[in-house]
């Protein structure tokens, strides 16, 4: 399986092993309401892909990285690297650097990644150069996520690690994958996806931010009880016309139910409940102390 070179939140690259198998066997168009890493859909063999998002840098990220050829990409971003004199272990090793693996690159990295971060934030034109830079800087970033201020401005400070050898593979894996994909990447919320064209052949994903949960994507109303109903009625109108879907979400997490996927769930007792994962914050509570378990479970119509 590829792993997607993008640290994002709500990845599910560790659940493939158990969601993978759910799919259908022959897909002709797979749409990903939320792709978020696209860990998802870019190990999903179909005819055509659909990956939509509402993160317009993450999306214009992805058709970069479409559009040029893949070595071209990663010539391009080690450019960067080397203009802004950051470290590349991948060539140079940890040595040359004073440094160890425990230790990390962060204090070696500060100044050139701050330099980087800088020319991002205050770039006039988002051209490719920019979305190289936008996604070497996340690379070189803590734990390489994605994070922006309410202005718009990428503000994570520079982590431990850089583009080394593993980092290399994945971006590697996953770009000449996703040449051999006939996809296309859309930027819209979910209620403005246009699905009337999907046939009965064709195949939803849904990983939508979890209504229950505290995540960074859930903070300040990202995700709302309006939005979770109306996600449900999406999913019910392509029931009806015949189109498989799979959703990923929360049943219950740290003492609070969703409610709402309970009430839609016991009214459709066609569409079949899968638990996933409980995933327990100290498993020396796992039968003390019910309140810590988050149930993770993929519902699908078929």
């Known amino acids: 399986m590829i792993q997607s070179p993008l640290n994002y939140t709500?990845?599910?690259?560790?659940?493939?092993?158990?969601?993978?198998?759910?799919?259908?066997?022959?897909?002709?168009?797979?749409?990903?309401?939320?792709?978020?890493?696209?860990?998802?859909?870019?190990?999903?063999?179909?005819?055509?892909?659909?990956?939509?998002?509402?993160?317009?840098?993450?999306?214009?990220?992805?058709?970069?990285?479409?559009?040029?050829?893949?070595?071209?990409?990663?010539?391009?971003?080690e450019d960067v690297i080397r203009i802004y004199g950051l470290?590349?272990?991948?060539?140079?090793?940890?040595?040359?650097?004073?440094?160890?693996?425990?230790?990390?690159?962060?204090?070696?990295?500060?100044?050139?990644?701050?330099?980087?971060?800088?020319?991002?934030?205050?770039?006039?034109?988002?051209?490719?150069?920019?979305?190289?830079?936008?996604?070497?800087?996340?690379?070189?970033?803590?734990?390489n996520q994605i994070r922006f201020n309410q202005k718009g401005g990428?503000?994570?400070?520079?982590?431990k690690r850089d583009f080394n050898q593993n980092m290399y593979g994945k971006l590697s894996a996953f770009l000449n994958l996703l040449h051999t994909q006939k996809a296309v990447f859309t930027n819209l919320?979910?209620?403005?996806?246009?699905?009337?064209?999907?046939?009965?052949?064709?195949?939803?994903?849904?990983?939508?931010?979890?209504?229950?949960?505290?995540?960074?994507?859930?903070?300040?109303?990202?995700?709302?009880?309006?939005?979770?109903?109306?996600?449900?009625?999406?999913?019910d109108s392509l029931s009806q016309r015949h189109i498989r879907f799979a959703l990923s979400n929360v049943i219950e997490s740290k003492g609070r139910r969703n409610e709402i996927l309970e009430t839609w769930l016991k009214y459709r007792p066609a569409y079949r409940q899968m638990d996933l994962e409980y995933t327990y914050h100290n498993a020396n509570y796992q039968r003390k102390n019910r309140k810590s378990v988050t149930r993770e479970v993929l519902i699908v119509n078929y």
């Not at 990428?154 to 982590?159: D, E, H, K, V």
Request: glycine share 6%; hydrophobic share 35%; proline share 5%.
């Open 189 to 235: 919320n979910f209620k403005d996806m246009d699905l009337d064209c999907l046939k009965s052949g064709d195949f939803v994903y849904a990983d939508p931010p979890y209504l229950i949960t505290c995540a960074a994507y859930n903070e300040n109303g990202g995700w709302r009880e309006e939005d979770e109903r109306d996600l449900l009625e999406l999913l």
């Open 10 to 77: 709500g990845g599910k690259y560790r659940l493939l092993p158990q969601i993978l198998p759910l799919f259908p066997d022959q897909i002709g168009t797979f749409v990903d309401l939320f792709c978020g890493g696209c860990n998802v859909g870019i190990n999903v063999a179909a005819k055509a892909h659909i990956y939509n998002d509402s993160c317009t840098p993450l999306i214009n990220l992805y058709s970069v990285m479409q559009r040029l050829d893949s070595q071209e990409f990663i010539n391009r971003l």
């Open 87 to 143: 470290s590349d272990v991948k060539t140079k090793g940890y040595k040359y650097y004073s440094c160890s693996s425990s230790d990390g690159l962060s204090a070696y990295n500060r100044e050139p990644y701050m330099k980087l971060r800088q020319d991002v934030n205050q770039a006039e034109v988002q051209d490719d150069d920019y979305y190289i830079k936008l996604y070497t800087l996340i690379i070189y970033a803590f734990n």
């Open 154 to 159: 990428f503000n994570l400070p520079p982590g």
